[in-house]
């Protein structure tokens, strides 16, 4: 028999209900904001009169970054970038992590590997010896410049490799007592079971790509090559009135600082909350089951 809950247990749920209505609400009121600011006017917000709804409602800071001529090829370089990088980083993972999963009778000197692959995740050579790198290989203004260089993403390696040593042994056992072989198992077995895990790598992938703008800056030359977080990163409010018609005019009164910078977040988050929601149920099932070792 289902009892009812006592006033006191009553009371603590919905003392439970608040915290975590208000806790949402501290967590959404930045986004709401830097949202209402990229669609105020310059004068509204430079005076700080904008709050979670805008005020002078318009377009300008958007319309002047999409009516920049670079901004739609930027866009292009970064979805590029998030295809190429995102499959080499997801390959590369998968098949560093399954070898390390195996015990030292399946592979020996397992444990030298992973420590050497720990060693680079804690220390590493330094922008000098990367950006030397780079120029020796002849690869500025070239989409490896902003691939090659994270190719190995080292957690996503320790996470995919802990959930393929948390797998039961006896799927393994069975899988060679039937004839197969490595290739068999990781591609038939390992990986299908693996999904969660596979989405939540996946997602450090594709949001670590996007949001990149540091090494656009420093390996790219010229502006068609940069990637959309770097083009926007260098985009600011030039106040040349020289050749500027009445319409240009017009809408560089409705811009600032402030405002574009706050369009510029809405537009490079925008991708990101599209794709979250559609791995969002793998994600934390993905980190807890990779996080801890038997």
């Given at each position: 028999?289902?009892?009812?809950?006592?006033?006191?247990?009553?009371?603590?749920?919905?003392?439970?209900?608040?915290?975590?209505?208000?806790?949402?609400?501290?967590?959404?009121?930045?986004?709401l904001h830097t949202i209402a600011v990229s669609f105020s006017d310059n004068a509204k917000a430079a005076g700080g009169l904008v709050k979670l709804w805008p005020v002078g409602f318009n377009f300008a800071s958007y319309q002047k970054i999409i009516v920049e001529p670079h901004f739609i090829n930027s866009f292009f370089v970064s979805v590029k970038?998030?295809?190429?990088?995102?499959?080499?980083?997801?390959?590369?993972?998968?098949?560093?992590?399954?070898?390390?999963s195996k015990s030292e009778k399946e592979f020996p000197y397992r444990g030298v590997y992973t420590w050497f692959l720990l060693f680079t995740m804690l220390?590493?050579?330094?922008?000098?010896?990367?950006?030397?790198?780079?120029?020796?290989?002849?690869?500025?203004?070239?989409?490896?410049?902003?691939?090659?260089?994270?190719?190995?993403?080292?957690?996503?390696?320790v996470l995919l490799m802990?959930?393929?040593?948390?797998?039961?042994?006896?799927?393994?056992?069975?899988?060679?007592?039937?004839?197969?072989?490595?290739?068999?198992?990781?591609?038939?077995?390992?990986?299908?079971?693996?999904?969660?895990s596979l989405a939540t790598v996946t997602l450090f992938s594709i949001v670590g790509?996007?949001?990149?703008?540091?090494?656009?800056?420093?390996?790219?030359?010229?502006?068609?090559?940069?990637?959309?977080?770097?083009?926007?990163?260098?985009?600011?409010?030039?106040?040349?009135?020289?050749?500027?018609?009445?319409t240009q005019a017009a809408l560089l009164e409705k811009v600032s600082d402030k405002t574009l910078n706050a369009a510029k977040i809405v537009v490079s988050m925008t991708p990101i909350l599209i794709i979250y929601p559609f791995l969002q149920k793998y994600f934390i099932h993905g980190i807890m089951l990779g996080s801890v070792k038997e």
């Open positions: 028999m289902v009892r009812n809950k006592t006033f006191s247990a009553r009371l603590a749920d919905a003392a439970i209900l608040l915290s975590m209505l208000a806790i949402s609400f501290l967590s959404l009121a930045p986004v970038r998030v295809l190429l990088g995102g499959s080499i980083n997801f390959v590369l993972t998968v098949l560093m992590a399954y070898p390390l220390f590493s050579g330094g922008i000098i010896p990367l950006y030397l790198t780079v120029k020796t290989l002849g690869m500025f203004n070239t989409l490896w410049a902003l691939v090659l260089p994270g190719a190995v993403p080292v957690f996503n390696v802990n959930f393929f040593r948390n797998m039961p042994k006896e799927l393994s056992e069975a899988g060679y007592m039937d004839g197969a072989g490595p290739w068999f198992m990781l591609l038939k077995v390992f990986l299908p079971l693996s999904l969660p790509h996007w949001n990149s703008f540091f090494d656009g800056m420093i390996f790219m030359r010229s502006v068609e090559y940069y990637p959309l977080q770097t083009y926007i990163q260098q985009l600011v409010v030039q106040l040349n009135t020289i050749d500027l018609d009445s």
